[in-house]
């Protein structure tokens, strides 16, 4: 059994079918289809050894270990938003000054 975990992308999607309750909904809310989905939480409670929700048919059923779980998750979303962000602000063009003696910027063109 492989215990370590090394995929945000599956903490993600573990994150919106927590929230939304299904991983239909969830597969709505992040754009993709829902088998992918429920392979993806399959493969996260694979990774972790966890069950992490209980199914049936009426959707997903966050566990006691899901309810632990999920503050982490979380933790994880903020950084992946604060790292997004921070590349966006570095990314923007930055202005550039010319400075010049006053001749130059002082006449105008006729």
Do not use: C
Request: glycine share 4%; aromatic share 10%.
């Amino acid at each position: 059994m492989k215990t370590e975990f090394w995929n945000w992308s599956d903490a993600r999607v573990f994150l919106v079918v927590f929230r939304e309750g299904s991983t239909l909904a969830a597969s709505r809310k992040l754009g993709v289809a829902q088998p992918t989905v429920a392979r993806r939480i399959d493969e996260l409670e694979h990774q972790t050894g966890l069950i992490l929700f209980e199914r049936d048919t009426r959707g997903f059923k966050p566990t006691a270990q899901a309810h632990s779980l999920v503050q982490f998750a979380e933790i994880l979303e903020k950084a992946s938003e604060s790292f997004a962000a921070k590349a966006r602000e570095l990314a923007k063009p930055k202005p550039i000054r010319i400075t010049s003696p006053g001749y130059f910027s002082d006449q105008t063109m006729d």
